[in-house]
């Protein structure tokens, strides 16, 4: 018995002892447990939040580079894409009430021929009009009128000429460099005088081959290429009487040779009136400076299609310490391919044109009788861009910067972006003449037709596509 009560109460004991020892190793074991849970999943949750801030910090750097693309995609269109053109084409084909005329029509060949092709000339015109290159032998002997083109000559022009045409069957006509009218004049005249600008003249063949060859140097060189018609020549300067940035000595050497030039009308300019009213070419800095507010890089490649430059390289410094890459065509051209065009200026002239016409971008530096060609034909052709720049805003920005009340940067930089946002080459109709001017004066005012043939030689979308 007492063994018995002995053993139970050791029993009992151990079992006292032992579910004592077990709770504090129970708590002990579960908190431990919590623990090694608590650790591994902060570690998780450490690692899933560092795993989200990289993924955020990715998205973030993808978001600037997608942002930093688009911008830099925006600039490019905003610099090199030719604007929306909203499905116009070229429409220049007759309407259904045009009748051929019935005459001969000859015209200096010896010169044209030494810049035109001629054959190609007389082949596209001939469902209007018969091109001789010499009068047929029975009208040779016949009594003659003598006829000139009347400048922004109206209708009434061509029905005086159809009342001689009744009374002669040839007329000589002495003088043709003035402009027929712009506007108001049926739609079969102005489109056959777009069939002859843009189907019937073609640049001689020695002309054409070396142009083109002239463009495809360019973009291979460059991708794609800025053409400046930089009209800052002698006889330019000394026309328009403008010498801003010039020495007193080029000053008089330009007011001597136009005081000698017979054919230049207006002697006296004020030269500070004429740059103030943008009458003046911007000289090459301005250009630069011009340029590089419209966002340019310094890498862009511009062509100066130029006779020579007024003040020689020097004057070219300032445009080329901003624009590094000038090309000229003596640069692109070897000395034996410009043999033949060598002191020929009309011929280097086509040479121009056609890289011009040609050119990613258009800038004429003056609204001159060849930059307004290069822009029409541009337009024609799917309105390239082209900046016309507006002279006489950018020479108070000039001004504000040669003052010191303005700095080249960002404030300059968009005044001249929107100053000229509508001026580059956009679809619009042409510019009737200025209000508040009247008599022939206001024909002076009109926007030429080979300068923008819209709407006349341009449709839209609708009307059936030429070939």
């Known amino acids: 018995m007492v063994k018995h009560r002995s053993s139970s109460r050791l029993s009992s004991s151990s079992a006292r002892f ?3 020892k077990a709770v504090p190793l129970y708590l002990i074991f579960i908190f431990a447990f919590t623990i090694w849970i608590l650790v591994f999943t902060s570690r998780n949750i450490q690692t899933d939040d560092q795993t989200q801030d990289h993924q955020q910090n990715h998205q973030h750097r993808d978001s600037r580079k997608n942002l930093q693309k688009k911008r830099s995609e925006d600039l490019d269109s905003q610099l090199w894409t ?6 116009l084409h070229p429409c220049v084909k007759p309407s259904s009430r045009y009748k051929v005329a019935n005459f001969y029509f000859t015209i200096c060949l010896s010169v044209f021929s030494d810049i035109f ?5 007389i082949k596209s015109l001939g469902r209007d009009v018969k091109v001789i290159k010499k009068l047929p032998k029975e009208v040779e002997s016949l009594p003659r009128a003598r006829k000139h083109f009347t400048s922004w000559a109206s209708v009434g022009y061509y029905e005086e000429m159809t009342h001689l045409w009744k009374e002669y069957k040839v007329i000589h006509v002495a003088k043709s460099d003035s402009r027929l009218a712009n506007n108001d004049l049926p739609i079969d005249i102005q489109r056959l005088r777009c069939r002859v600008l843009y189907r019937g003249l073609r640049f001689s063949p020695p002309i054409e081959t070396l142009g083109q060859k002239l463009v495809e140097r360019l973009k291979s060189r ?6 400046l018609h930089l009209r800052y020549e002698k006889d330019m300067l000394a026309f328009t009487g403008c ?3 010039l020495t007193d000595a080029e000053s008089e050497e330009l007011r001597v040779m136009r005081e000698s030039t017979s054919h230049w009308k207006i002697k006296s300019i004020n030269s500070t009136e004429q740059r103030v009213e943008g009458l003046c070419p911007l000289t090459p800095k301005e250009v ?6 419209l966002g340019y890089p310094e890498s862009t490649v511009i062509y100066i299609a130029a006779g020579e430059i007024y003040g020689g390289d020097d004057r070219l410094l300032d445009l080329k310490s901003r624009f590094p890459n000038l090309v000229f065509k003596e640069t692109l051209a070897g000395e034996e391919e410009l043999e033949g ?7 280097t002239a086509a040479l121009d044109y056609i890289i011009s016409v040609e050119s990613d971008v258009f800038v004429p530096s003056h609204s001159g009788n ?7 034909h541009r337009r024609f052709l799917g309105h390239r861009r082209t900046i016309t720049p507006d002279r006489k805003g950018l020479v108070k920005l000039f001004d504000k910067v040669e003052r010191g009340q303005m700095k080249e940067g960002a404030k300059f930089s968009n005044l001249v972006k929107a100053m000229h946002q509508d001026r580059q080459g956009a679809p619009r109709r042409r510019k009737g003449p200025a209000q508040g001017i009247k008599g022939r004066a206001r024909f002076r005012t009109e926007e030429a037709f080979y300068e923008n043939p819209y709407p006349e030689c341009i449709c839209s979308s609708k009307e059936h596509k030429e070939p």
Not at 117 to 121: G, M
Not at 288 to 293: D, E, R, S, W
Not at 341 to 347: E, I, M, Y
């Open 288 to 293: 630069g400076i011009f340029l590089k507010g």
């Open 341 to 347: 065009f060598t002191g020929h200026a009309t011929k």
């Open 243 to 245: 010498t801003y940035g």
């Open 222 to 227: 460059a991708g794609r290429f800025i053409a």
């Open 370 to 376: 060849m930059a307004r060609a290069v822009e029409g």
């Open 18 to 20: 032992f579910s004592r």
């Open 117 to 121: 092709d001629e054959e190609h000339f």
């Open 82 to 87: 030719p604007p929306f053109s909203y499905g």
